[in-house]
T-cell receptor, first 114, second 115 residues
Framework: DQQVKQNSPSLSVQEGRISILNCDYT??????FLWYKKYPAEGPTFLIS?????DKNEDGRFTVFLNKSAKHLSLHIVPSQPGDSAVYFC?????????????FGKGTKLSVIP | DAGITQSPRHKVTETGTPVTLRCHQT?????MYWYRQDPGHGLRLIHY???????DKGEVSDGYSVSRSKTEDFLLTLESATSSQTSVYFC??????????????FGPGTRLTVL
């Protein structure tokens, strides 16, 4: 059973426009969420995170929104740049036992068109 | 960048042979992880370690074993490689003592092909 779902395998956006990547989760014990970015032939790199006590976290062009009641989070990239073209993974963790583990979604491939 | 190296970076082997992948960190982080990445599956946890000689299974541990004899090294062994183990393998580390900042930092990956 997939606990973290990224239902869009791919997304294409024009340069300068907003990119919105979505993630849904089913485990109500998850209380910390992360986004990773991955370029081909490289390891994933941490991008931004959010705790369940917040509903928004912003870092430059990147903003993550969390809707706990809907068990949904989204990553907004504004404005999108060609260098943002990569695979984005959503990940989640829960407090308590196993809190050092992350559960990943399958990823969304973002293509930013110049 | 976190100091994580993986070796080898690429390997081609034959079915039935043993293979060992190495992850080395210079960050003195307590937790280390092995993941595999496959198309349509994202990142799946194979095994993880929460200290020297302390390891546990992840989601897809069958056919894999691990060892951690030093804080800085975490080895992943495929005891008898199969074609289904063709994948890209990533090592990750974290210092979960800084909860809730539970970011994991990833190595560059090892591409393994089993013929």
């Amino acid at each position: 059973d997939q606990q973290v779902k990224q239902n869009s395998p791919s997304l294409s956006v024009q340069e300068g426009r907003i990119s919105i990547l979505n993630c849904d989760y089913t485990n109500s014990m998850f209380d910390y969420f992360l986004w990773y970015k991955k370029y081909p032939a490289e390891g994933p790199t941490f991008l931004i995170s959010i705790s369940s006590i917040k509903d928004k976290n912003e870092d430059g062009r990147f903003t993550v929104f969390l809707n706990k009641s809907a068990k949904h989070l989204s990553l907004h990239i504004v404005p999108s740049q060609p260098g943002d073209s990569a695979v984005y993974f959503c990940a989640a963790s829960a407090s308590g036992a196993g809190s050092y583990q992350l559960t990943f979604g399958k990823g969304t491939k973002l293509s930013v068109i110049p | 960048d976190a100091g994580i190296t993986q070796s080898p970076r690429h390997k081609v082997t034959e079915t039935g042979t043993p293979v060992t992948l190495r992850c080395h960190q210079t960050e003195n982080h307590r937790y280390m992880y092995w993941y595999r990445q496959d198309p349509g599956h994202g990142l799946r946890l194979i095994h993880y370690s929460y200290g020297v000689k302390d390891t546990d299974k992840g989601e897809v541990s069958d056919g894999y074993s691990v060892s951690r004899s030093k804080t800085e090294d975490f080895l992943l062994t495929l005891e008898s490689a199969t074609s289904s183990q063709t994948s890209v393998y990533f090592c990750a580390i974290s210092d979960a003592g800084r909860r809730p900042y539970n970011e994991q930092f990833f190595g560059p990956g090892t591409r393994l092909t089993v013929l």
